[in-house]
């Protein structure tokens, strides 16, 4: 298995409204997918503190379930994951 070390700083997720005025943001929720706890939860804070709501599943299973039932915005999957 490959690592990659990357670092995101919180400004490269700046909240950009969709029409002037409106209170909603272009990424709202996220669900995260991913066997790997540790970037689970480091991706998790980094986007949280963009201002994001991020769900995590550490299973292809859990992280179907949560998709089906909240619907996010955005939902970032490990590709190799069995079962997707």
Sequence with gaps: MTSILWEVHPKHFERHNLI???????LQRI??????PDFLEYTRIVL?????QVDTAIS????LA???SIHPDL????DRLSGF
């Design 20 to 26: 002037p005025g409106d209170n909603e943001t272009l």
């Design 31 to 36: 669900v995260i997918v991913d066997d790997d």
């Design 75 to 78: 939902a970032i999957i490990y």
């Design 60 to 63: 292809a299973a859990e992280g």
């Design 66 to 68: 949560l998709i089906r």
């Design 48 to 52: 949280y503190s963009a201002g994001c």
